[in-house]
């Protein structure tokens, strides 16, 4: 059974860092991309950034500069480092392992 976990949402204030994981068992995780979305409410999940198998990365362009996606194979896990957050940054963040989701973590940034 594939399950994918998330955390290290939380509130903070403009300009600070948070930092997000995401655990994913029941997969072959090392081979698998991973993935950050993000979704404000009544609006559609955007995708933050992605990391492949072998670590290319990439960034929407909102947060490039500011985010950075890495991933630790022997843990199963994927990090999203988010520094000079601000309020738009505000969201629920998914994890997805190839194409299974986690259950969101959510990210509130006060002005």
């Known amino acids: 059974q594939v399950q994918v976990v998330e955390s290290g949402g939380g509130l903070v204030q403009a300009g600070g860092s948070l930092r997000l994981s995401c655990k994913a068992s029941?997969?072959?995780?090392?081979?698998?991309?991973m993935y950050w979305y993000r979704q404000v409410s009544g609006k559609q999940r955007e995708l933050v950034a992605g990391?492949?198998?072998?670590?290319?990365?990439n960034y929407a362009d909102s947060v490039k500069g500011r985010f950075t996606i890495s991933r630790d194979n022997v843990q199963n896990t994927v990090y999203l480092q988010m520094n000079s957050l601000k309020p738009e940054d505000t969201a629920v963040y998914y994890c997805?392992?190839?194409?299974?989701w986690g259950q969101g973590t959510q990210v509130t940034v006060s002005s």
């Open positions: 029941g997969i072959m995780f090392s081979i698998n991309a």
């Open positions: 990391i492949t198998s072998v670590r290319t990365t």
């Open positions: 997805v392992a190839g194409v299974h």
